[in-house]
């Protein structure tokens, strides 16, 4: 509908002024219409002619030739025009955005055809999201990215996309030579056979002590940072000799998987879509390493002391190092392998990267080296960052003090919040409260988790949106039927309906954005616009029952579908 009214929009434009446009609708205040237009402001200067004169020309051309769908179009200010649809319309605009089944939007139907009318396949997108590297802890951004990304590749797929879900982490590099540096120390030399003294649900706790310890002495010993060096160099040569047998690699391969093992724990318990390929550094390095070496002779890298750097200077950037003075590769060398694998590997249309803020500037300078020798892989990828999260009054994270402020605190902190409010929370709403508390702000900023407002059961949170989809179904369940589309609305029902076919613009501006914060807030508004219809008409024994209990049933659909697409469960009952 909404773009059925902006080509309408243009060509009245073309028909009374001669002149093109670009047309967008907005949805105004429910007082003013269901959609709204500025067209006749953006024309004003164009054509010099006051806005409300061009705005009244088009409402007297557009008014005849959409008789069948606009019930009135209106003029308010300076010149906005408002369109305000016929019920019937309204009606079928509701029945095409929510399936009948309650499934899913028409959008999942659209989405699980991976192919278009034409036989196009449709657009291959990787997401790459989450990252926790071996060897070290867990932190809340983990925890963070981990559901985040898991919401954008969602909606991606909702778009029709082919969504592959990708996991970058770092198994070499100088954090896994200070932990296996304090793992050796700990168990008193290179004895693997002494790892299966350590309980296996203590391991990941035990890898952070150790690291947090290796971290310390690299920082405080110099004799234990020299044999941290060499232990970070002994873990490149055990992958590029593929030594599985030697006692140091088999306590590398060992508490490698106890990692990995623990990752997958976390994310079944965080209840996320499988990943579909994790890719490790020590994957994708020897590419990344041969490719900046082979770019250094044809002049895009430069040696400097000893090292290999890109100048980014002269692309209003700065100077980085991607293999280091000791002959080892740098972060950003292994990000050109990374994303040269992916290239090979995939050919994608899109690359998704999603990391922290304080990446930024890291990330600009790698790809932009990557530009001059595979221009179409560097400029189809795109960087996402976000900010810190924190608890409430809680320190700023540092994995390597080990004052972090875990993944298991954030959940810890919720589970504990519901109890202490007595509600006694099931899993799935301790996840729900999680899930929305980190959504519903806006990606890019810190975040600070409050426990007690995100397990709340009234307010802006998961666990209310929950209760509020349960409390849909009850009604539902004291029905015999659900029949009826309305021709004609009564107002709270009209405010419900209009309320409702706003989801599919929402979804695509959170798809269009990659912001999973516009579906919180509409699920949000949703429920309260719900509230307030239910309170002012009645549904069971109502002379309208049957096209009432029908919005009720596309409210519960939508808010279904809605927290699904975010992750979090919709229960029929709590």
Not at 446 to 456: H, L, N, Q, R, T
Request: net charge negative; glycine share 8%; charged share 25%.
């Amino acid at each position: 509908m909404k773009q059925q009214l902006e080509q309408a929009v243009r060509a009245a434009v073309r028909d009374v002024y001669a002149a093109d446009s670009d047309v967008e609708l907005t949805r105004p205040d429910e007082q003013f219409g269901d959609y709204a237009t500025n067209v006749a402001l953006q024309l004003a200067g164009r054509l010099s002619l006051p806005p409300r004169q061009i705005a009244e020309g088009l409402a007297g051309q557009m008014l005849e030739q959409l008789a069948d769908v606009v019930q009135d179009i209106t003029i308010a200010g300076p010149g906005f025009l408002n369109f305000r649809l016929h019920d019937a319309v309204l009606g079928q605009q509701l029945r095409q955005t929510v399936r009948p089944d309650g499934a899913a939007s028409r959008r999942s139907v659209a989405a699980a055809d991976r192919t278009d009318q034409n036989g196009v396949r449709p657009a291959k997108v990787l997401v790459d999201y989450s990252d926790p590297n071996p060897f070290k802890p867990l932190h809340a951004g983990h925890l963070y990215t981990t559901l985040v990304g898991d919401v954008l590749a969602r909606l991606i797929e909702r778009s029709g996309a082919e969504v592959v879900r990708l996991n970058y982490g770092g198994d070499v590099g100088l954090h896994v030579g200070r932990c296996m540096w304090a793992i050796v120390q700990y168990l008193g030399g290179e004895h693997p056979n002494k790892l299966h003294d350590i309980p296996e649900g203590d391991r990941p706790a035990w890898l952070g002590a150790r690291y947090v310890e290796g971290t310390t002495a690299y920082e405080e010993d110099e004799t234990a940072k020299q044999e941290i060096i060499v232990t970070n160099k002994r873990v490149y040569e055990l992958h590029a000799t593929n030594d599985h047998d030697s006692p140091f690699a088999q306590i590398y391969w060992t508490c490698r998987d106890w990692s990995y093992r623990y990752f997958d724990t976390f994310y079944e318990q965080l209840e996320v879509r499988p990943f579909d390929r994790y890719m490790p550094e020590s994957e994708v390095t020897p590419l990344g390493l041969q490719t900046v070496r082979e770019q250094l002779e044809k002049g895009v890298y430069e040696e400097s002391e000893g090292a290999v750097v890109f100048k980014g200077e002269k692309y209003g950037l700065h100077t980085r190092v991607f293999i280091n003075s000791a002959g080892l590769p740098t972060y950003e060398a292994k990000e050109v392998g990374l994303l040269l694998t992916k290239w090979r590997d995939y050919q994608f249309d899109r690359s998704i990267i999603i990391t922290a803020n304080e990446q930024d500037q890291y990330m600009q300078v790698a790809l932009n080296s990557i530009e001059q020798f595979e221009p179409v892989a560097a400029s189809r990828t795109e960087h996402i960052t976000h900010g810190v999260v924190k608890l409430q009054g809680g320190v700023k994270m540092s994995s390597r003090r080990g004052n972090i402020v875990s993944a298991l605190d954030i959940i810890q902190a919720a589970r504990q919040a519901g109890q202490e409010s007595g509600l006694n929370p099931s899993e799935q709403t301790i996840l729900a409260a999680i899930k929305y508390a980190l959504l519903k702000v806006r990606i890019g900023g810190d975040v600070v988790y409050d426990p007690k407002e995100s397990i709340a059961l009234e307010g802006n949170s998961g666990p209310y949106l929950q209760y509020a989809h349960a409390r849909a179904r009850s009604i539902l369940a004291k029905a015999q039927t659900v029949g009826l589309h309305a021709e004609t609305y009564e107002p709270g029902e009209r405010s419900l309906a209009r309320k409702l076919t706003e989801y599919d613009e929402v979804i695509d501006k959170a798809v269009a954005e990659l912001m999973p914060h516009y579906i919180c807030t509409y699920l949000y508004e949703l429920a309260q616009s719900f509230n307030s219809f239910y309170e002012h008409n009645r549904v069971i024994g109502s002379e309208r029952e049957q096209q009432r209990l029908t919005l009720v049933a596309a409210y519960a659909d939508t808010l279904k579908d809605g927290l699904e697409l975010l992750g979090i469960a919709a229960p029929d009952s709590m």
